[in-house]
C-alpha cells in the first residue's frame, strides 16, 4: 500500500503510536522501491534530536552535505536535492513536528523529483500528504494469568520474543513469563 502511494504522492506518513512498527515499515518500503530512485533512498534519524533548529543540519549531514562558502545549509541542501531523484525516509518526526512540516514543504516545494516518506505520531498537515495509518500490533487481552500457548499468536508477543531473542538467544515464552511478557507488551 505504502508502494502505491508513493506512485500518487510525494509525501506519505506512516502513523501510529511508538512500537508499532513504523521505522521497520518505512525501511522496507524504501529498500522495496530504491530500483526507482535513481539518486538512492536516504534514512534520517530524528529520535535523539533535541533542538529543532538542528534538523537541516541532521538532513544535510545524512547526505554528506556541508555548509559551502558562506551559503546557509538550507540552500546547499536544496540546491544538492533540486534534480535529484530520491527518496529520503524521515524517522520520528512527531516531537519536531512544525519544524519537519516547514522543511518537508520548502523541499517539496523547490525539488520537483523528491519523495518523501515520514513517520510520525501525527499529521504534518501540509498540502499533498497522504497518511498511511499503522495500526497496532495484536496483543492478548489483560488478565491475571496467562499461558504460553495462549500468547503465541499474538503479534506484539512476537515482536517482544524477536527482540529479546535478539539480546538472549535462548528466550522463550513460557507458562511461567507469558504473564509478564503481555503486561510489558501492554
Known sequence: EIKELLKTSRLTT???PGGTGKTRLSIQAGADVIDEFVNGVWFIEFASLIDPSLILYETASALGLKED???NISGVLIDYLKQKELLLIFDNCEHLISECAKLFQSLLTSCPKLKIIASSRESLKIPGEKVF???VLSIPAKSEFHTADSV???EAV???????CSVRQDFKISNENASAVVQLCH
Open 158 to 164: 512476537q515482536l517482544f520474543t524477536d527482540r529479546a
Open 152 to 154: 503465541k499468536g499474538f
Open 14 to 16: 506512516l502513523l501510529g
Open 133 to 135: 495509518p499503522v495500526p
Open 69 to 71: 562558502g558562506g551559503r
